[in-house]
């Protein structure tokens, strides 16, 4: 994690984000929701404490989370909730590809976000 041996605090609960594996802010980065040009400028959470991003994890590793109201993924539409929970899975075990390897920080996102991110760099000269 960055930030030297002093890690980031959870927001929410205000406990260290220790593991890349439980960064809500590297998730959100690895999926294209954060550009890393802006990364360091927003506030860290567990994934867990951001339940709304985190009841699209399907994995057997990852212990299932509902949210009630508005932003439970039952009552929204059954496929952009299958696509988000390909993108935010797919987004969670990069970061534990990520934690197993050495990986440049700009090479963390998913290929499809690198290849939307070179080609928006290519247009913007």
């Known amino acids: ?22 960064s809500d802010l590297y998730l959100r980065y ?9 990364l360091y400028a927003h506030p860290e959470r567990h994934i867990r404490c951001n339940p709304t991003l985190a009841q699209f994890i ?3 590793d990852f212990e299932p989370i509902e949210v009630e109201g508005a932003f439970d993924k039952r ?4 496929q952009y909730v299958q696509s988000h929970q390909t993108l935010v899975t797919r987004g969670w075990q990069r970061l534990g590809e990520i934690a197993k ?15 939307r991110n070179k080609s928006r760099d290519a247009s913007n000269p």
């Open 75 to 78: 009552n929204l539409d059954s």
């Open 30 to 38: 690895v999926i294209g929701q954060v550009g890393v040009e802006v």
């Open 101 to 115: 390897t050495e990986v440049a920080m700009i090479d963390y996102p998913l290929p499809e976000v690198l290849a």
């Open 1 to 22: 994690m960055a930030k030297c041996d002093e890690g980031y605090r959870c927001e929410v609960c205000g406990q260290d984000v220790s593991e890349i594996t439980e």
């Open 58 to 60: 399907v994995d057997d």
